[in-house]
């Protein structure tokens, strides 16, 4: 009678054991903690995935704050380049850091890739006067955007987020956004290089 007790007593021991690391195995990854706000899905490492692809960041349907009619004439002239700015930015910071074989920008994805998609969202020029009247980060200038960790061969969401770039002294310079914006977009492109690596 005690072997047979201590036989089920194994048996649960065993079983409970086993479930708790088949949950473990499902947990998604713990948050980065790089961008303004983080949703993750997936329990496995982005490691597994030999390719990422690298989709520009669209511009249509972002909000402006802060910009006359000039000056959003001046922003339509810049998107491009802000939009290859981040996508330049990301890229060479993946390569630096010799994350993934290979990185492609726009294409089809082929194989084990990992697609990164998403959007700038707000164009906000922020307020001169107020930063140097108020300060304490009235006024500030910056670029937010939001995307998307996806799966290439199933289109499963990974991960999502949202950032937003007020730094190279967009809380308190008086430079204005013409001069402030190709630096935040650098910043975002290396934002999301160490959100991805964190989950490398």
Request: net charge neutral; glycine share 6%.
């Amino acid at each position: 009678m005690k072997r047979l007790l201590l036989a089920i007593a194994l048996s649960i021991a065993t079983f409970t054991a086993t479930t708790s690391l088949v949950h473990a195995d499902e947990a998604p990854l713990p948050k980065p903690d790089i961008l303004s706000e983080e949703t993750i899905f997936t329990p496995q490492r982005l490691a597994t995935y030999d390719t990422i692809v690298i989709r520009d960041l669209k511009t249509d349907g972002a909000e402006y704050a802060n910009l006359d009619d000039e000056e959003k004439a001046k922003l339509e002239a810049m998107k491009p380049m802000l939009v290859r700015t981040v996508s330049d930015s990301l890229e060479m910071e993946l390569k630096m850091r010799k994350l993934f074989k290979s990185i492609t920008r726009n294409e089809e994805p082929k194989g084990k890739a990992l697609i990164l998609e998403g959007a700038f969202t707000e164009f906000n020029a922020g307020n001169r006067a107020v930063r140097f009247w108020v300060g304490f980060g009235a006024g500030k200038t910056y670029l937010k955007v939001k995307g998307r960790l996806i799966d290439g061969q199933t289109g499963k969401e990974l991960a999502v987020f949202e950032d937003r770039e007020t730094g190279y002294r967009g809380s308190m310079t008086l430079e204005n956004f013409a001069d402030l914006f190709p630096h935040q977009a650098k910043s975002l492109g290396e934002n999301l290089a160490n959100f991805i690596q964190k989950l490398y």
